[in-house]
C-alpha cells in the first residue's frame, strides 16, 4: 500500500544552519505531496505542497521538489531560524480507498538553537 | 476565518469507561476526517465523512471507536470502552471538497487512559 517514510529525528541545528529533511514515498498512481508542520501545543499546519512531478513547493523559505524518479520530497531550507522549531510531517495524497485518503510520516523533530 | 474547533483540549479517563469528542470544522468544508496521532508517529486515518455520508472508514476499530456527523456539520468520535492503547491525541480535519487537496487540523484532543 501508499506510505511515506520520513528521516528519524531528533535533528538538533545552529541558527542560520541548513536544513534537510528526508522523505521518500510509495504509491500507486500519480499522488500529491506535502509537508506539514506542528509547533509546540497547536495542530498540524501545512507548509508546502507539490501536486506533480517535478513541482517545486515553497513557503517562509522552505522548499521541496516533487521527484518522481527518486519517489522523493526532500524539505530544504538554507537558514533555520529558532522559530523553525517544531515537528515536521510529510505526507501523501491519492492513496487508500477513495483514492484521496492521506498517508503522513513519523514526524521528524527539529530543534534550532541560537 | 475560524479554524477547525475541537474539544475538549484534553482528557483523562480510566479503562474501560467512555470518552467523546466533538468537532466543528471550517464552515462549509463538506470533507472532515478524524485522526489518531500516538506519541512518537505521524496521524493515522480513523474515518472520513463527506457531508455527513462515511467515506472511508477502513481503519477504524469499529468494536470500540463510532463517528458520526448528523447534518454534514459538527463531528462527534466516541470510545467505549476505551483501552490503554487508545492514549493518543486526536485530530479532527476538514478541507472544502473532494478535489481540493489540502486539510486543515484542529488542535486536537490529547486523551490519556490510566
Known amino acids: 500500500g501508499d506510505s511515506v517514510t520520513q528521516m528519524e529525528g531528533p535533528v538538533t541545528l545552529s541558527e542560520e544552519a541548513f536544513l534537510t529533511i528526508n522523505c521518500t514515498y510509495t504509491?500507486?498512481?500519480?499522488?500529491?505531496l506535502f509537508w506539514y508542520v506542528q509547533y509546540p501545543g497547536e495542530g498540524l499546519q501545512l507548509l508546502l505542497k507539490a501536486t506533480k512531478a517535478d513541482d517545486k513547493g515553497s513557503n517562509k523559505g522552505f522548499e521541496a521538489t516533487y521527484r518522481k524518479e527518486t519517489t522523493s520530497f526532500h524539505l530544504e531550507k538554507g537558514s533555520v531560524q529558532v522559530s523553525d522549531s517544531a515537528v515536521y510531517f510529510c505526507a501523501l495524497s491519492g492513496g487508500g480507498a477513495t483514492g484521496n485518503q492521506f498517508y503522513f510520516g513519523t514526524g521528524t523533530s527539529l530543534t534550532v538553537i541560537p | 476565518e475560524a479554524g477547525v474547533a475541537q474539544s475538549p483540549r484534553y482528557k483523562i479517563i480510566e479503562k474501560r469507561q467512555s470518552v467523546a469528542f466533538w468537532c466543528n470544522p471550517i464552515?462549509?468544508?463538506?470533507?472532515l476526517y478524524w485522526y489518531q496521532q500516538i506519541l512518537g508517529q505521524g496521524p493515522k486515518l480513523l474515518i472520513q465523512?463527506?457531508?455527513?455520508?462515511?467515506?472511508?472508514d477502513s481503519q477504524l476499530p469499529k468494536d470500540r471507536f463510532s463517528a458520526e456527523r448528523l447534518k454534514g456539520v459538527d463531528s462527534t468520535l466516541k470510545i467505549q470502552p476505551a483501552k490503554l492503547e487508545d492514549s493518543a491525541v486526536y485530530l479532527c480535519a476538514s478541507k472544502p471538497g473532494r478535489t481540493t487537496h489540502e486539510q486543515f487540523f484542529g488542535p486536537g484532543t490529547r486523551l490519556t487512559v490510566l
Open positions: 504509491a500507486t498512481g500519480y499522488p500529491s
Open positions: 465523512f463527506q457531508n455527513n455520508g462515511v467515506v472511508d
Open positions: 464552515s462549509g468544508h463538506a470533507t
